[in-house]
């Protein structure tokens, strides 16, 4: 298993832009997914985005056309670019990995984001 580490989160204006990064400690080139989930306070935790390994990402609907998830396998690193933010995309964002064999999926400590003029 591999440790992960958020990276990029911030205080941002309305529309504004940020971009989140998750450092492996290892070789993400083997982990089947990664993805991105955020908590806003109150709220379940969600699924923000994901890629699978052979590059097919999925998005949830509300951050569709404004998000994009990305990979680097050679730098071991996850991002997460943010576009056209709003206040309701504030939240803790956290980095998720999973690999086949695994007992249990790997998690980082988050990093917060804050929408707000």
């Known amino acids: 298993q591999v440790q992960l580490v958020e990276s990029g989160g911030g205080l941002v204006q309305p529309g504004g832009s940020l971009r989140l990064s998750c450092a492996a400690s290892g070789s993400i080139v083997s982990i089947n997914i990664m993805a991105w989930y955020r908590q806003a306070p109150g709220k379940a935790r969600e699924l923000v985005a994901r890629?699978?390994?052979?590059?097919?990402?999925n998005y949830a609907d509300s951050v569709k056309g404004r998000f994009t998830i990305s990979r680097d396998n050679a730098k071991n690193t996850m991002y997460l670019q943010m576009n056209s933010l709003e206040p309701e995309d504030a939240a803790d964002y956290f980095c998720y990995a999973y690999r086949a064999g695994w007992t249990q999926a790997a998690w980082g400590q988050g990093t917060p984001v804050t929408v707000s003029s």
């Open positions: 890629i699978f390994s052979e590059g097919k990402t």
